[in-house]
Structure formats: structure tokens, C-alpha cells
């Protein structure tokens, strides 16, 4: 599949949608010609990556923060640090999941079921070919909208935007690749499925915290940082830049700071007040909440709560 060679005429009435997208490229532009029908799950993929990003980074200075609604198609990040890594890799990783499982589930003209082949080690009197995750077509589809952004670049040979590029590319593939693939069954039939996105955020949050540092060599490819260290294989993240410390607001960054921060006054933590605000010190107020309470079962089958409202300390960063 090679939706870029298709001619743009053969697109009708495509245009105003596409027009509307704030941060598709001209390539992705003429993708969203092409499958308009994609475009809300692509759209859901990303922001779920970026949901995922947030959660996975709560309780860090950076929180995900510097990316918005309006930018999950272009994910443009001013700096190539390990944050800029994982939010490319897991809004990658988050179409794959969405336009898979859309196959799946009727909602695209182009694709359907999975049809992936038995696994070897299913039980010989369990069936196989439920309607699956299609997989091999989000994996596709994602590779040709995602990095359609980057491949129509073209950037002089060892140029830090060269070497930029090479890094999104690679950090797109590395959030494909971590889809995480379970067998669902029901009564003896089995079939694909993809994981909970909530594994896939935790894989590549590790992955993050090993990212591999990498500089431009003489041919003009990416090669680690320092010699002694193995190359990142194609399932690592990598970065070029070093991560500032995220303390203050800095625009030539995307730092936005920690100032107004909640944090843990009784945490040694990234979250916690001393390392969240970074020694500026912290203000502490009372706030009043309001949360379930006096929750109980009734048969059958749902669950009553009262709310109640209670006064907490809450500490801010100065």
C-alpha cells in the first residue's frame, strides 16, 4: 500500500475536511484526501498516545504538558530529547491501536478482521479466526500517515535537522513496533487482540528512562553517542539533545516550568515538593474536594455512593 503514488484525481470532495486539520503536512494532506473515513480514528490514536504520555508523566517536572490537542498530528517538539522520543513513539503507537482495532470493528471502507495466521501454541480443539485486531493494516496505515511528515523533508547531509529527522523516524517505528498483542478467547474461538494502551505506555516509559543518545557520523547516520555502547536496536528510543531540567518556563525548549505545580511534601520523589520545585520552596493552602463515599452494592447489580466533601492540605510549587 502506497497511497502517496495515487493521483489527486481521483480525490472529490475532499478538501474542506482536510483544510480544517490543523498541522497535517502536504503528505498527510493528500492521505486525508484519500481516507477521510481514517482521519477521526488517527486523530483519536494521537490524543490517546498524548493521554498516555500525561499519565505516564504526572508526577514528573515534565508532565506532557507541551502538547496540546491542536498539535497531535504534527507533534512538533522544539528540542530532540527523550521526552520529544516518547511523545512521537506513543502517539504512534496510539494510531496503530486505533485504526487496527476500527478494521475490526466495520468503521473503515478499506480494511476489516484480522487475518492472522494460528498461533502454534493454541490448544489442537480451540478455533481460530474470531474477528480480530487488524494489525497488519494499522501497523501499514500508521507508517505511511505518521511518517509521511518527515520522509517529504529533505535536509542538507549532517545538519542537525538531517539528524533530527532520522530520530523521529526512528522513534515513530519504535512506538509501532510496541503494540503488545494478546490472544482474546470466548468458549473455545480465539483471536488477535491488542493489549490494554495502558502496557504499551508503561514498555515505552521504560524505554524512555534507557533512551539512547546519539550524534550524526561522518556518512551522516545517527550512531550512538558514545562508542562503547551498543546501537540501539529498532524496538529502543533515541535521542540528540540532553533534557533541560524543566524548571523554568522557556520557550527555545517547550519547558513550561513547574511553577503553580501541585506536589508530595512527604515524597523523595520526582514528585515530591523539594525535587518538583526545584529548591524555589512551595506554598501550602487548604482546598476543599469532593469525592465518593459510603459506597454500596445493591443486588442487582449496581453500586450507590453518597459524596462527601473533605478539607486537604495541598502544597504548590513556588
Known amino acids: 500500500m502506497n497511497p502517496l503514488l495515487i493521483p489527486e484525481a481521483y480525490i472529490i470532495g475532499a478538501q474542506p475536511l482536510c483544510s480544517q486539520l490543523v498541522g497535517l503536512s502536504q503528505g498527510q494532506k493528500k492521505l486525508c484526501q484519500l481516507y477521510q473515513d481514517h482521519m477521526q480514528f488517527i486523530g483519536e490514536g494521537a490524543k490517546m498516545g498524548i493521554r498516555e504520555c500525561q499519565y505516564q508523566f504526572r508526577h514528573r517536572r515534565w508532565n506532557c504538558s507541551t502538547v496540546d490537542n491542536s498539535s497531535v498530528f504534527g507533534r512538533v517538539m522544539q528540542i530532540g530529547s527523550r521526552e520529544t522520543a516518547f511523545t512521537y513513539a506513543i502517539s504512534a503507537a496510539g494510531v496503530v491501536n486505533t ?25 489442537r480443539d480451540w478455533l481460530w479466526g474470531g ?62 487482540q491488542l493489549a490494554d494502551f495502558r ?11 534507557s533512551a539512547a543518545a546519539m550524534k550524526l557520523n561522518s556518512r551522516g547516520k ?41 506536589c508530595n511534601k512527604t515524597s523523595e520523589g520526582m514528585d515530591g515538593c523539594e525535587l518538583m520545585c526545584c529548591g524555589r520552596g512551595y506554598d501550602q493552602y487548604k482546598a476543599q474536594i469532593v469525592e465518593r463515599c459510603n459506597c454500596k452494592f445493591h443486588w442487582c447489580c449496581y453500586v450507590k455512593c453518597k459524596r462527601c466533601t473533605k478539607i486537604v492540605d495541598q502544597f504548590v510549587c513556588k
Not at 501497523?139 to 542537525?160: H, N, Q, T
Not at 550512538?224 to 520557550?251: A, E, R, W
Request: net charge positive; hydrophobic share 25%.
Open 222 to 262: 545517527l550512531v550512538p553517542m558514545h562508542s562503547n555502547f551498543n546501537p540501539p536496536t529498532g524496538n529502543d528510543l533515541v535521542h540528540i539533545d540532553q533534557s533541560p531540567d524543566y524548571c523554568l518556563k522557556n520557550q527555545s525548549t517547550g519547558s513550561l516550568g513547574t511553577v503553580g505545580r501541585l
Open 199 to 209: 502496557k504499551v505506555g508503561d514498555a515505552l516509559k521504560e524505554k524512555y528512562d
Open 131 to 192: 474477528c480480530g485486531d487488524n494489525l497488519n493494516y494499522g501497523y501499514r496505515f500508521s507508517k505511511e500517515f505518521v511518517d509521511a511528515r518527515e520522509r517529504e523533508k529533505s535536509y542538507p547531509k549532517g545538519s542537525y535537522d538531517s539528524a533530527r529527522l532520522q530520530m523521529n523516524l526512528h522513534n515513530n517505528e519504535a512506538g509501532r513496533r510496541c503494540h503488545g498483542v494478546s490472544g482474546s478467547c470466548s468458549l473455545k474461538t480465539c483471536w488477535l
Open 99 to 123: 485504526v487496527s482495532r476500527a478494521c475490526r470493528e466495520g468503521e473503515l471502507n478499506s480494511c476489516g478482521c484480522s487475518r492472522a495466521a494460528r498461533p502454534k501454541d493454541l490448544q
